[in-house]
């Protein structure tokens, strides 16, 4: 059974940053793709970054630049470091995966795990 539990959320001012980590168990990392997405109140889920098994990735526009995604096969964890945050990545942040991918490296949404999400608040 898959399991993704992400950590390292918390809260910031504008201009700091964080790392969000995500331990999978019951999945390898060799197939597939995973990403990190996030919800604000009020809005629709949204994919902010993205790789797959050969490490290449994606972003949304609103992070590049600022964000970086990265995996460790060994540790099978997914990293998600956050620079110069804004107060619009306020958000809960999730975690999730996929034997298949689609479009820019996301987790395929026909069959995607998902961890329980992280909550990131960024003040002004």
């Known amino acids: 059974q898959v399991q993704l539990v992400e950590s390292g959320g918390g809260s910031v001012q504008a201009g700091g940053s964080l790392r969000l980590s995500c331990a999978a168990s019951?999945?390898?990392?060799?197939?597939?793709?995973m990403g990190w997405f996030r919800q604000a109140p009020g809005k629709q889920r949204e994919g902010v970054a993205a790789?797959?098994?050969?490490?290449?990735?994606s972003y949304a526009d609103s992070v590049k630049g600022r964000f970086t995604i990265s995996q460790d096969n060994a540790k099978n964890t997914l990293y998600l470091q956050m620079n110069s945050l804004k107060p619009e990545d306020t958000a809960m942040y999730y975690c999730?995966?996929?034997?298949?991918?689609?479009?820019?490296?996301?987790?395929?949404?026909?069959?995607?795990?998902w961890g329980q999400g992280t909550q990131v608040t960024v003040s002004s």
């Open positions: 019951g999945y390898i990392f060799t197939n597939g793709c």
């Open positions: 999730a995966a996929s034997p298949h991918c689609s479009s820019a490296y996301f987790p395929a949404p026909g069959l995607r795990y």
């Open positions: 790789a797959d098994s050969f490490g290449r990735t």
